[in-house]
Nanobody
Framework: VQLQASGGGLVQAGGSLTLSCAAS????????MGWFRQAPGKERDFVAG????????YYTDSVKGRFTISRDNAKNTVYLQMNSLKPEDTAVYYC???????????????????WGQGTKVTVSS
């Protein structure tokens, strides 16, 4: 699976962005998908995850109620809708694909096999 993330950019605090992650390969709908982010000088952190069917979603506490992850298996694409953006959301955002993710593993980067190249999000105050 190859992943291509897009949609990043510069936005003012309170604004919105939608990230997309297009996947190649015929088995996209077999993989759970996640979004992670890495701010300068910090580790890569889990943001949101979605199961292969889209039936379950998971979020880190700091984005709950503001971000929404979704997927369209017909288009081999996963999305991250980001609303009410804050300066602390500034980071490079990565999409990733993992197999047999569970609620206990979906937030752990080590369980994801494939990674996109990242798209930069900058939120100005």
């Amino acid at each position: 699976v190859q992943l291509q993330a897009s949609g990043g950019g510069l936005v003012q605090a309170g604004g919105s962005l939608t990230l997309s992650c297009a996947a190649s390969g015929r088995t996209f709908d077999s993989y759970g998908m996640g979004w992670f982010r890495q701010a300068p000088g910090k580790e890569r952190d889990f943001v949101a995850g979605i199961t292969w069917s889209g039936g379950s979603t998971y979020y880190t506490d700091s984005v709950k109620g503001r971000f929404t992850i979704s997927r369209d298996n017909a288009k081999n694409t996963v999305y991250l809708q980001m609303n009410s953006l804050k300066p602390e959301d500034t980071a490079v955002y990565y999409c990733a694909a993992g197999y047999l993710l569970t609620p206990q593993t979906i937030d752990s980067a080590s369980y994801y096999y494939y990674w996109g190249q990242g798209t930069k999000v900058t939120v100005s105050s």
